[in-house]
Nanobody, 126 residues
Framework: QVQLVESGGGLVQAGGSLRLSCAAS????????MAWFRQAPGKEREFVVG????????NYEDSVKGRFTISADNAKNTVYLQMNSLKPEDTALYYC???????????????????WGQGTQVTVSS
């Protein structure tokens, strides 16, 4: 079992920055793939970015490329999401997720992830 705890959300003006953290703990300390998803009111949960724990390969959703950066600190079992140039459309509840297995491709469907955090709210005002 893996526990994921997010932190770092908040209210920021458009153009501002936030850094989210996701601390992983439990029997499996380094899930092969970790990712951030987000869900805005009335919308489906959508993939934002993923990272392979070993090697650090990343995969970004097009709308956040060049603005968001994911990173992992193996020693702290923590994944970070640095969000710059935030836009009102980035407003959502942001979730950290982890997969038990590596697989052979990138996974962007939330149903393909095994563990989830409780979410942290990000609100961007215009």
């Amino acid at each position: 079992q893996v526990q994921l705890v997010e932190s770092g959300g908040g209210l920021v003006q458009a153009g501002g920055s936030l850094r989210l953290s996701c601390a992983a703990s439990g029997r499996i300390f380094s899930p092969p793939i970790m990712a951030w998803f987000r869900q805005a009111p009335g919308k489906e949960r959508e993939f934002v970015v993923g990272i392979r724990w070993i090697g650090g390969e990343t995969n970004y959703e097009d709308s956040v490329k060049g603005r968001f950066t994911i990173s992992a600190d193996n020693a702290k079992n923590t994944v970070y999401l640095q969000m710059n140039s935030l836009k009102p459309e980035d407003t959502a509840l942001y979730y950290c997720a982890a997969r038990r297995s590596l697989g052979c491709r990138w996974y962007v469907d939330p149903h393909e992830y095994d563990y989830w955090g409780q979410g942290t709210q990000v609100t961007v005002s215009s």
